[in-house]
């Protein structure tokens, strides 16, 4: 082109970044300097488009100082200011967040939205919650769908069911109920709080047309529960009706089919949705078939499975195997788990820790500390455990 504008530069930087991948976010940037050597000057679209593609607060500030020196955070311009707000919330700084919307003289609900999403995606649910309220008591904005399913997922991180409530009953007082991807999140809100029987009302509400997901945010939740004979039934269920199921519906209802010890019919279920259905079998459904198995004592059979799968076994799998041969006291399949997930060198603490105790008690105790250097040294923290009574 003789002569290129910042159209044309956005035009490429929008297509680049929806790649999304960490090798397009650098051709993002070197978009950017390419620009600024065509002495082309960029524009607000040019910012909104490149901030997605800022993955450290530094390089997000350089381009809010740009912002603020060249006039794109005005009173009317909103698109800029929530494009710094979900910014600063994914790389982590989510009070640069509140900064930004606090500062703007004028929000809208993408405003918000980014705001109560941000603090959900960083673990501050609470305050996801407040931003919410704040929304409309504040600003009297009132939310969309989209704010209304972000903090559909901070309370149910909070397990507050007066919360879901709440959320629910605004969504039918402002004909937002019906919903798809909404009723969905009120599903599992309720599931996961413990309040099946809400869940259950809300997926046999005929008024709205269910999808894959639907179905399986249901199945799930009786699966939390230890309720696997309802899973199994509403899986069953699903197949009558046409759905298909996918791989993550194939893991709630083995992981149901687990918990409650349903052996013949998570093996059922595994062979239908594989042979039948087509479904790829996923590592973290490998893990539950050997945990099935494992948990009924047939050790030797979740080896078996192991070998008979083209899947290369992960650390999910060899742990389920080295918790069933620790509880069955299989001490030859006990030393295969535990050298693969050393070969490995990954996998959860808690098996670590168990592929530690496991070589104690063999007095091995180069390997020993070979293991606790891994958990030590590495990414790898075991949590501590904790406990939560929230009264209603």
């Known amino acids: 082109m003789p002569a290129r504008?910042?159209?044309?530069?956005?035009?490429?930087?929008?297509?680049?970044?929806?790649?999304?991948?960490?090798?397009?976010?650098?051709?993002?940037?070197?978009?950017?300097?390419?620009?600024?050597?065509?002495?082309?000057?960029?524009?607000?679209?040019?910012?909104?488009?490149?901030?997605?593609?800022?993955?450290?607060?530094?390089?997000?500030?350089?381009?809010?100082?740009?912002?603020?020196?060249?006039?794109?955070?005005?009173?009317?311009?909103?698109?800029?200011?929530?494009?710094?707000?979900?910014?600063?919330?994914?790389?982590?700084?989510?009070?640069l967040a509140w900064a930004v919307l606090d500062g703007m003289e004028q929000r809208n609900v993408v405003s918000w939205t980014a705001m109560v999403g941000g603090y959900t995606e960083n673990g501050m649910f609470q305050g996801a919650v407040d931003a919410f309220r704040a929304m409309w008591l504040i600003d009297g904005i009132l939310p969309n769908t989209v704010a209304l399913i972000?903090?559909?997922?901070?309370?149910?991180?909070?397990?507050?069911?007066?919360?879901?409530?709440?959320?629910?009953?605004?969504?039918?007082?402002?004909?937002m109920y019906g919903e798809v991807s909404l009723s969905n999140a009120l599903i599992d809100t309720y599931a996961k709080c413990g309040a099946l029987h809400y869940a259950r009302r809300v997926f046999d509400d005929t008024s709205w047309c269910k999808d894959v997901i639907s179905w399986g945010a249901m199945i799930l939740g009786y699966g939390i529960h230890g309720m696997g004979v309802e899973a199994v039934a509403l899986f069953d269920q699903m197949l009558a009706s046409g759905v298909k199921p996918d791989s993550i519906v194939g893991l709630g209802v083995l992981s149901a089919c687990c918990r409650a010890g349903l052996v013949l019919e998570g093996l059922n279920i595994y062979n239908s949705i594989v042979k039948d259905h087509g479904v790829q079998p996923t590592e973290e459904m490998c893990a539950c078939i050997v945990d099935l198995l494992g948990r009924s004592g047939h050790v030797d059979h979740a080896l078996d499975f192991i070998k008979s799968t083209n899947l290369e076994p992960g650390p999910s799998v060899w742990g389920a195997l080295l918790d069933a041969s620790i509880t069955h006291t299989n001490k030859e399949i006990q030393d295969l788990a535990s050298k693969s997930l050393l070969r490995l060198g990954e996998g959860k603490p808690s098996d670590l820790v168990a592929v530690s105790n496991v070589n104690a008690s063999s007095e091995r105790w180069n390997l020993v500390e070979r293991v606790r250097n891994t958990i030590n040294q590495g990414p790898l923290k075991k949590k501590t455990g904790r406990s939560w009574v929230n009264p209603t």
Not at 161 to 175: C, D, E, L, S, T
Request: net charge neutral; hydrophobic share 40%.
């Open 150 to 175: 972000s903090v559909l997922s901070a309370v149910e991180a909070l397990s507050a069911i007066p919360g879901g409530k709440q959320v629910h009953g605004f969504a039918v007082r402002m004909a």
């Open 5 to 95: 504008t910042a159209s044309s530069y956005n035009t490429l930087i929008t297509r680049l970044h929806s790649r999304s991948s960490g090798a397009a976010d650098e051709g993002v940037w070197g978009l950017v300097r390419q620009m600024a050597e065509d002495r082309c000057a960029p524009d607000r679209f040019t910012v909104s488009a490149v901030l997605p593609a800022c993955t450290s607060a530094r390089s997000g500030r350089e381009l809010h100082c740009y912002a603020v020196r060249a006039g794109m955070c005005g009173a009317d311009d909103f698109h800029v200011s929530s494009s710094l707000v979900s910014m600063y919330c994914r790389v982590d700084r989510p009070d």
